[in-house]
């Protein structure tokens, strides 16, 4: 069964760093999006990409976040300068709004340490 | 914005046993889809059940079963005949569909299935 999946599974970096979270949606998908977990808590948008562009972004999402799909496979959300409350999971998600379903799909999700 | 609301932070259920999760939600719209996932410790966010809010009648999928409530913005999940695999964060979404189908998620139960 096609699945979406995420790289890496875990990434420590320093605060101020760049990181760079790498997805590979389901190949017929059309919709992408990153969620986010900080522990404990509920899961949260925060943005939405179709037809190599955002279609709507939280207000968590700001400049420091950035989205691309450089190729036909891969989405990644780069953190430009980290900051210790950028310490979550991250969750790609994937859709085919064409099935009328509206069914994402979720990766396993990005473990981030910021230290 | 969409506001999820899950008022039970936790719920135990013994072995063999039924659990109803709540969840409620506030929309303007009469066009929607709710969803439930489950999301075990290893915090793959998996779904679990699926409705649409111009369909009656309630979703089912094996053990678990909703109760739409439309114009209450009710809609509770039911786990029927519990099992061990069954203990998760149970999470409730609410998707309005547009351009960006982005979901919007509750603050989500804990389940604890006891032998």
């Known amino acids: 069964e096609p699945e979406v999946t995420q790289t890496p599974s875990h990434q420590v970096t320093q605060m101020g760093q760049e990181v760079i979270l790498r997805c590979v949606p389901i190949s017929n998908h059309l919709y992408f999006y990153w969620y986010r977990q900080i522990l404990g808590q509920k899961v949260e948008f925060l943005v939405s990409?179709?037809?190599?562009?955002?279609?709507?972004k939280s207000e968590i999402f700001d400049d420091q976040f950035s989205v691309e799909r450089p190729d036909g496979s891969n989405f990644t959300l780069k953190i430009r300068s980290t900051k210790l409350e950028d310490s979550a999971m991250y969750f790609c998600?994937?859709?085919?709004?064409?099935?009328?379903?509206?069914?994402?799909?979720f990766g396993p999700g990005t473990r981030l340490t910021v230290t | 914005a969409q506001t999820v609301t899950q008022s039970q932070p936790e719920m135990s259920v013994q072995e063999a046993e039924t659990v109803t999760l709540s969840c409620t939600y506030d929309?303007?719209?009469?066009?929607?889809?709710l969803f439930w996932y489950k999301q075990p410790p290893s915090r793959q966010m998996i779904l679990v059940i699926r409705q649409e809010a111009y369909k009656q009648q309630n979703a089912t999928e094996n053990r678990f079963s909703v109760n739409f409530q439309k114009a209450a913005k009710s809609f509770s999940l039911k786990i029927s005949d519990s099992q061990l695999g069954d203990t998760a964060m149970y999470f409730c979404?609410?998707?309005?569909?547009?351009?960006?189908?982005?979901?919007?998620f509750g603050a989500g139960t804990t389940v604890t299935v006891r032998a």
């Open positions: 929309t303007s719209e009469s066009n929607y889809y």
């Open positions: 998600a994937s859709s085919d709004s064409g099935t009328g379903t509206y069914e994402q799909y």
């Open positions: 990409f179709y037809n190599n562009e955002i279609s709507e």
């Open positions: 979404a609410f998707m309005r569909p547009s351009n960006d189908y982005k979901l919007s």
